[in-house]
């Protein structure tokens, strides 16, 4: 257990809304990542943090963007929900022994 | 960027039977990890192996990273290895950023 938790776990909004999902984790590792889960496509990279207020993007970031001003929260922002960002989204750290990801619960989102 | 394909998209097994998994990526690999999707949706790591073999009771992992693949190999299969097999990898930019192939879904039955 890599101690990562997301909020919400689950969460339905409306077409236009802002959205943010929180990762927290508790280890004080210095990669965070942001992937999407879609059937068909595996999982796709949002957004990663290589350390406090250092991001890039990853394949699929258009519509998303991310914030990371302390350590252990990174936050994953829609500004304008839209039905296609309807998905399950996963927060990752990479640490253990070297550079292994692990993964969080996950959270579903769905957009109406 | 980097390709990664995973083999067979889809597999049903007999419980007790043996099975491999393939993960065949495009380009030099740093790192290399297996994951297995439970039905409930977590993701749980099986092996870190950017090279060689491990084992690990039942399951065990080879990559062979000059020939660009990787095998994970599962013995006297069980209703709970049932999910997704996922392979990811990191290319050798430096950025740790991981590509997923799209996964085996396996389905053993009892």
């Known amino acids: 257990d890599a101690g990562i938790t997301q909020s919400p776990r689950h969460k339905v909004t409306e077409t236009g809304t802002p959205v943010t999902l929180r990762c927290h984790q508790t280890?004080?590792?210095?990669?965070m990542y942001w992937y999407r889960q879609d059937p068909g496509h595996g999982l796709r990279l949002i957004h990663y943090?290589?350390?406090?207020?250092?991001?890039d993007k990853g394949e699929v970031s258009d519509g998303y963007s991310v914030s990371r001003s302390k350590t252990e929260d990174f936050l994953l922002t829609l500004e304008s929900a839209t039905s296609s960002q309807t998905s399950v989204y996963f927060c990752?750290?990479?640490?253990?022994?070297?550079?292994?990801?692990?993964f969080g619960p996950g959270t579903r989102l769905t957009v109406t | 960027g980097i390709q990664v394909e995973q083999s067979p998209p889809d597999l049903i097994l007999q419980e007790g039977a043996n099975s491999t998994l393939r993960c065949n990526f495009s380009?030099?690999?740093?790192?290399l990890q297996w994951f297995h999707q439970n039905p409930w949706g977590q993701l749980i790591n099986l092996f870190y192996?950017?090279?060689g073999t491990k084992q690990n009771g039942r399951l065990s992992a080879t990559t062979v990273a000059t020939e660009r693949y990787s095998l994970l190999y599962i013995s006297s299969s069980q209703t709970t290895d049932s999910g997704v097999y996922f392979c990811?990898?990191?290319?050798?930019?430096?950025?740790?950023?991981?590509?997923f192939g799209t996964g085996t879904r396996l389905k053993v039955l009892a």
């Open positions: 990752a750290i990479m640490g253990g022994r070297g550079y292994e990801q692990y």
């Open positions: 280890e004080n590792h210095r990669y």
């Open positions: 943090s290589y350390g406090v207020k250092d991001t």
């Open positions: 380009d030099s690999v740093n790192n």
């Open positions: 192996i950017p090279s």
């Open positions: 990811a990898v990191e290319s050798t930019s430096g950025t740790y950023k991981y590509i």
